[in-house]
């Protein structure tokens, strides 16, 4: 009798410790949960790069219509307070985009300052061209952007518009640093399809944008989220934010997923999130 009140006594010691176990595990996977605080952080993020994108092709699109005659108003992308730099050597045009010390607002509310280097070909025949920038100093929303990126430009038809029109497939290589300290890096690859305004050089507001690529975001504390768009991205200039109006991108990390979708075509900061079956709206611009 001794010996069996020994072996339950053993059993039910075990049997703490591997519940123990198993708690530890379900807690381990809440901790790697994917909260809405990191998906706002990842859009910022995003919002970074689009804007920077979006400079980097606007010096392009400016030098390549440079003798062009709108056939209307001229609505320019960067804000007054930039000062742009150009130079001409062995064919290869350099251009400066300074947004000074104390910076700039653009016309989607985000605010930068300090300098973007913007390269590319003075060989505006081809049908493809690199464009490629740096940075000096140059922070978005406070955040510190550091890194290089070069933008394959190429004039086709694909199976979204029939028509010849900009296809830019940018990669990424970036740091980004916020202004708490906490340093993220982001690599991936986007394919930018111009759908609209590529024709009307001079009228920014017109543009419209559909994006597709994956990429990846390292948090400080070593986290990897890895996005992917699985509906693409449709961006309009006319909303006057860095935030897709359409689309849906997938996102894992470690063992958990989300699913972000950007809506019907709202211009809104808005997206509807989904993990583990529940969906729930949030704030991006928060």
């Known amino acids: ?18 519940g123990c176990s198993s708690d530890e595990k379900t ?24 804007d920077v994108t979006n400079i980097a092709e606007d010096q392009f699109n400016s030098q ?5 005659k709108p056939g209307g108003p001229i609505k320019n992308f960067l804000p007054s307070c930039a000062t742009i730099t150009t130079v001409l050597t062995n064919n290869t045009w350099t251009k400066t985009v300074d947004f000074g010390v104390e910076g700039c607002t653009l016309n989607n509310g985000n605010t930068v300052k300090g300098k973007m280097v913007v390269s590319f070909s003075n060989d505006f025949s081809s049908s493809t061209q690199t464009i490629s920038y740096t940075f000096e100093g140059f922070y978005h929303n406070g955040k510190k952007i550091q890194g290089n990126k070069s933008i394959v430009r ?20 970036l740091t980004i640093t916020f202004d708490d300290g906490k340093v993220y890096t982001r690599k991936g690859t986007l394919i930018k399809e111009m759908t609209s305004g590529y024709d009307t050089w001079f009228d920014w507001d017109d543009n419209a944008f559909v994006v597709t690529g994956s990429g990846s975001t390292t948090f400080p504390n070593g986290d990897t989220f890895s996005a992917e768009i699985t509906t693409p991205l449709e961006f309009n200039a006319s909303c006057r934010k860095p935030f897709a109006v359409k689309g849906i991108v997938s996102i894992t990390k470690n063992e958990a997923s ?14 509807k999130v989904t993990k583990d079956g529940v969906t729930e709206e949030v704030d991006l611009k928060k």
């Open 154 to 173: 190429t004039i086709k038809e694909t199976n979204i518009l029939v028509t010849a029109h900009p296809v830019s497939t940018a990669s990424i290589d």
């Open 27 to 50: 807690n381990d996977g809440i901790k790697t949960a994917i909260t809405n605080e990191e998906i706002i952080t990842n859009s910022k993020i995003d919002a970074s790069v689009e």
């Open 64 to 68: 390549l219509n440079l003798n062009a």
């Open 1 to 18: 009798m001794k010996t069996k009140l020994l072996l339950l006594g053993a059993f039910i010691t075990m049997s703490f410790f591997i």
């Open 258 to 271: 989300a699913t972000i979708d950007y809506g019907n075509g709202d211009c809104d900061t808005l997206a």
